[in-house]
Nanobody, 126 residues
């Protein structure tokens, strides 16, 4: 499932951005979608995830209350709304897909995801 993330850019601290990730391959099977990020010199880390149904979301503690994941299955697209951005949010953001048979599960670990997008750079300046 080819993925393409977009929406990154250079913003100031406190600003907002919305990332999008479109799956260009079509599948009727459920899949979990997730967002990860990787700052320079650091390992890729979990940001948030959303179940196929959209009913379940989870976030890493550092973004809770600021980031929101949503999805539009008709468009095969997941979104990451990022508000109140901080300097430490600077990273390359990746979207990913995890196959599943359950419409109400989420995934938090890198190895649980089958497909990855190329990433989009988010830079937050002071």
């Amino acid at each position: 499932v080819p993925l393409q993330a977009s929406g990154g850019g250079l913003v100031q601290a406190g600003d907002s951005l919305r990332l999008s990730c479109a799956a260009s391959g079509r599948t009727s099977s459920p899949y979990v979608m997730g967002w990860f990020r990787q700052a320079s010199g650091k390992e890729r880390e979990f940001v948030g995830t959303i179940s196929w149904s959209g009913r379940i979301t989870q976030y890493t503690d550092s973004v809770k209350g600021r980031f929101t994941i949503s999805r539009d299955n008709a468009k095969y697209t997941v979104y990451l709304q990022m508000n109140s951005l901080k300097l430490e949010d600077t990273a390359v953001y990746y979207c990913a897909v995890a196959s599943t048979y359950n419409r109400d599960v989420v995934r938090r670990r890198v190895y649980e995801y089958n497909y990855w997008g190329r990433g989009t750079q988010v830079t937050v300046s002071s």
